[in-house]
C-alpha cells in the first residue's frame, strides 16, 4: 500500500468543514420538509390509524405502529428521512437505540444494494441479508428488553 | 392552523441546526484525527481480527473506508483494489458482508445519538454481528486452493 501525502491542518480544517457542512444539507434536506408533515399530520387521525395497521408487526419489536412510516423511509431513502419522521413520534429513548440499530443495518437498500452489487458481490443477496439480519437484531433486542425492563 | 404550522416548522427547523452543531464539528474532528499515528497502530493491532475474518492485508484499505465513510466510497476502492491486487471473488464477497452490516458508522451511529439513542449499543451490536457474521462465513466457505 503506498503512502499518500498528509495534508497539512489547514487542508484537513476546510475538508472537515466542507464535509460536515454537505452532510449537514444533505440532512437539513430531508429532515425539515418530512418533520413538518408527520408532525402536522400528527393533529389529523391519519398518522393513528394507518399506524395501527402496523401496530402487530411494529410490536414485535417494541416499536409503535407509526415507527413502520420510518422503516419505509429508511428502507426506501435513508436515514436522514428516518429521523425526520422519527423524532416527531417521540419516542423513548429505547425506542430511539432500537430504531438505530435496526435502521442502522438496513437503509438505502435499492441506492446501496446497486453500489455492493457493482463491487462484484452478489448485491441482491446482501440486501436480503441485511433486512433479515435487522428484522433478528431487533427480536433479540425487544426479547432483551422485555426480559430485563420488567 | 398557521400557528401549528409555524410552531412544526421551527420544530423541524430546530432540529436541522441541532444535527448540523453535531455533524459538522465531528466530521472536522475526523479529519484532523485520522492521520494519527495511533490509528496506524489500531490497524496494525486489528490484523489478527481480519485474519480471523478471512481478510487479508489488501482488503484493510477498503474496509475501513467503508467502515469511516460510507458504502459508496468503499465500493470505488473494493473495485480499484480487487483489480490492482486480485482480491479473490470470496475476499470481496466477505468485505461486502461486513460492510453491507457495517458502514458509515460514524454518522450513522451519531445522527440517532443526536435524538436520543445509545451510541454504544447500536455501534456495538453492529460491529458485533459484522465480525461475527463475516468470520463464520470465511469458515464455511473455505479458500480455493490457490493456483499456480
Not at chain 2, 464539528?25 to 478471512?54: H, K, N, S
Request: glycine letters at 12%; charged letters at 15%.
Amino acid at each position: 500500500m503506498t503512502e499518500s501525502a498528509i495534508p497539512d491542518i489547514p487542508t484537513r480544517l476546510r475538508d472537515g468543514l466542507r464535509g460536515g457542512l454537505q452532510t449537514s444539507l444533505k440532512l437539513v434536506k430531508w429532515v425539515v420538509p418530512l418533520y413538518l408533515v408527520v408532525d402536522l399530520l400528527k393533529h389529523t387521525p391519519v398518522l393513528e390509524r394507518m399506524g395501527a395497521l402496523f401496530a402487530p408487526l411494529m410490536g414485535l419489536f417494541g416499536l409503535p405502529g407509526e415507527a413502520a412510516f420510518a422503516f419505509v423511509a429508511a428502507f426506501l431513502l435513508n436515514l436522514y428521512a428516518a429521523i425526520a419522521i422519527l423524532v416527531p413520534l417521540e419516542l423513548t429513548p429505547w425506542q430511539v437505540t432500537q430504531c438505530g440499530l435496526m435502521m442502522g443495518l438496513a437503509h438505502n437498500l435499492v441506492v446501496e444494494g446497486g453500489v455492493l452489487g457493482s463491487t462484484g458481490a452478489r448485491g441482491g443477496l446482501l440486501t436480503l441479508y441485511r433486512v433479515l439480519i435487522a428484522g433478528a437484531c431487533g427480536l433479540a433486542m425487544a426479547g432483551l428488553h422485555r426480559l430485563f425492563a420488567s | 392552523m398557521t400557528a401549528l404550522f409555524f410552531e412544526s416548522l421551527w420544530g423541524a427547523c430546530l432540529l436541522g441546526v441541532k444535527l448540523t452543531a453535531i455533524v459538522v464539528p465531528l466530521v472536522v474532528a475526523f479529519e484532523l484525527l485520522r492521520y494519527l499515528p495511533f490509528f496506524r497502530r489500531v490497524g496494525e493491532g486489528i490484523d489478527p481480527l481480519m485474519r480471523g475474518m478471512g481478510l487479508s492485508r489488501n482488503a484493510a484499505v477498503p474496509l475501513f473506508t467503508g467502515i469511516f465513510l460510507g458504502i459508496a466510497y468503499g465500493a470505488g476502492i473494493i473495485i480499484r483494489v480487487a483489480r490492482e491486487k486480485n482480491l479473490s471473488r470470496r475476499e470481496v464477497f466477505l468485505v461486502g458482508l461486513f460492510l453491507a452490516t457495517c458502514h458509515a458508522v460514524i454518522e450513522d451511529t451519531l445522527i440517532f445519538v443526536v435524538i436520543g439513542g445509545d451510541l454504544w449499543i447500536m455501534l456495538g451490536v453492529r460491529l458485533l454481528v459484522a465480525v461475527v457474521l463475516t468470520a463464520l462465513l470465511a469458515r464455511l466457505w473455505r479458500p480455493e486452493p490457490a493456483a499456480g
